[in-house]
């Protein structure tokens, strides 16, 4: 069954750096989300990404939030100057339609020292 | 705003016992979907159940049933039969249709802490 794919599994930054976390949607699949979970907290939505766009950014993505489809394949998350709040579990997903099940990657574990 | 609610942060129960997992949301809308994730200690999240709010049938997977209740705005998960590797983290997860501009975003539950007894 095809997968959502993310890399690095756990990435350690420091405090005011920039990170790049990567994700490979499922191939047919149209829409693009990011999400986070705090250690120990509920997941949240940050942005979802359709057409090439974002359709929809929650509170917690703010400017130092960026997403990219820079090829066919590949979704990224940037953030640009790391805080240690930035510390989570970072999971990419993809849903092949409207109201279609979302499917979750692995996740990427940020950590910023 | 919808909002998913789990009361129940941690349950346990004996291998091969029946156990049930409540969520309550909230919501103004009449059609929209609701899910049942797990994220077992690998942390990866894996779909188990999906019901769409405008089906009266309750769905299943396998093991998995879901007691939809739409006027009570009750949808919990009942796992038969349990099995050690249902242990993991169990979200309740509601979804409201956007009409396709991509922004079917999911809004979850705390989570219930499943354990597994052998």
């Known amino acids: 069954e095809p997968e959502v794919t993310q890399t690095p599994s756990h990435q350690v930054t420091q405090m005011g750096q920039e990170v790049i976390l990567r994700c490979v949607p499922i191939?047919?699949?149209?829409?693009f989300y990011w999400y986070r979970q705090i250690l120990g907290q509920k997941v949240e939505f940050l942005v979802s990404?359709?057409?090439?766009?974002?359709?929809?950014k929650s509170e917690i993505f703010d400017d130092q939030f960026s997403v990219e489809r820079p090829d066919g394949s590949n979704f990224t998350l940037k953030i640009r100057s790391t805080k240690l709040e930035d510390s989570a579990m970072y999971f990419c997903?993809?849903?092949?339609?409207?109201?279609?099940?979302?499917?979750f990657g692995n996740g990427t574990r940020l950590t910023v020292t | 705003a919808q909002t998913v609610t789990q009361s129940q942060p941690e349950m346990s129960v004996q291998e091969a016992e029946t156990v049930t997992l409540s969520c309550t949301y909230d919501?103004?809308?009449?059609?929209?979907?609701l899910f049942w994730y797990k994220q077992p200690p690998s942390r990866q999240m894996i779909l188990v159940i999906r019901?769409?709010?405008?089906?009266?049938q309750n769905a299943t997977e396998n093991r998995f049933s879901v007691n939809f209740q739409k006027a009570a705005k009750s949808f919990s998960l009942k796992i038969s039969d349990s099995q050690l590797g249902d242990t993991a983290m169990y979200f309740c997860?509601?979804?409201?249709?956007?009409?396709?501009?991509?922004?079917?975003?999911?809004?979850f539950g705390t989570g219930t802490r499943l354990t597994i007894i052998p």
């Open positions: 990404f359709y057409n090439n766009e974002i359709s929809e």
């Open positions: 997860a509601f979804m409201s249709p956007r009409g396709g501009f991509g922004n079917e975003k999911l809004t």
């Open positions: 919501t103004s809308e009449n059609n929209y979907y």
């Open positions: 191939s047919n699949h149209l829409y």
């Open positions: 997903a993809s849903s092949l339609g409207p109201n279609s099940p979302l499917h």
């Open positions: 019901q769409e709010a405008y089906k009266q």
